[in-house]
């Protein structure tokens, strides 16, 4: 999955892709390469997707865990309720209040300058 960036353009238009294309300035046409371009902000959120992806698979695991010890302990209705309850903590709460960090992290680096190949 690409990570999604914004090239402003010096005629003040925008250019939208992923890190890593050739992005084309609809305003003016100026051309911009983004691959191997080194930003605080693209190693942010390279970080933030392979930790995002770590607490998701980790979050599976503890929802399993917690579906499958109540259902040993109480049957059915502890399987529905440790269900229930691990995967509201973990994906309602636990997983965006670390995405908003994650995102906070990002937002906080430093924009990075390119200049037109074209
Ligand atoms: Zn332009």
Redesign the pocket.
């Known amino acids: 999955m690409g990570i999604p960036i914004v090239v402003r353009?010096?005629?003040?238009?925008e250019?939208r892709g992923n890190a890593g294309d050739e992005l084309t300035?609809?305003?003016?046409?100026?051309t911009y390469e983004t691959a191997g371009v080194g930003s605080e902000q693209l190693r942010a959120a390279a970080n933030a997707a392979v930790r995002h992806k770590i607490m998701t698979r980790l979050g599976i695991g503890v929802v399993g865990l917690g579906t499958i010890l109540p259902f040993f302990w109480l049957g059915y209705a502890g399987f529905f309720v440790g269900f229930a309850v691990t995967a509201v903590c973990w994906f309602g709460v636990l997983l965006p209040r670390f995405k908003r960090r994650s995102i906070a992290r990002i937002t906080a680096g430093d924009t990075t300058r390119i200049d037109a190949v074209r």
């Open positions: 353009c010096e005629c003040g238009s250019a300035c609809p305003g003016c046409g100026r």
